[in-house]
């Protein structure tokens, strides 16, 4: 029954930083491992950070952003972010928000087909 909204993107050039938000509503927020995916034109979504219900570990990253996009939660307000600095054009995409109530689980946290619950999206562009 939860539902996500994202916000926060829009058009960066190279170099730049974004950060982006995602907030829930209509569930107990504390109890889910949440994440941010992304998916291009023509591309397959794929995976870009995880964090657990207590925020503080368990926190998995891909490879491709490790080092320059960092996630969040602040259970107080039910919302995480994502922020992203030394942005690409390759980082040009939607952006999704996505729950699950369960224990956190690094490999689960990966796999998009995991989740039931998922924001809009949110567009990303990042020119060079």
């Known amino acids: 029954q939860v539902q996500l909204v994202e916000s926060g993107g829009g058009m960066v050039q190279a170099g730049g930083s974004l950060r982006l938000a995602c907030v829930a509503s209509?569930?107990?927020?504390?109890?889910?491992?949440m994440a941010w995916f992304r998916q291009a034109p023509g591309k397959e979504r794929d995976f870009i950070a995880a964090?657990?219900?207590?925020?503080?570990?368990?926190?998995a990253s891909a490879d491709s952003v490790k080092g320059r996009f960092t996630m969040s939660r602040d259970n107080a307000k039910n919302t995480v972010y994502l922020q992203m600095n030394s942005l690409k054009p390759e980082d040009t995409a939607v952006y999704f928000c996505?729950?699950?109530?369960?224990?956190?689980?690094?490999?689960?946290?990966?796999?998009?087909?995991?989740?039931?619950?998922w924001g809009p999206g949110t567009q990303v562009t990042v020119s060079s």
């Open positions: 996505a729950a699950r109530s369960g224990v956190y689980n690094p490999m689960n946290a990966r796999r998009s087909t995991w989740y039931g619950a």
């Open positions: 209509g569930g107990t927020f504390s109890e889910y491992t």
């Open positions: 964090i657990s219900w207590s925020g503080r570990t368990n926190t």
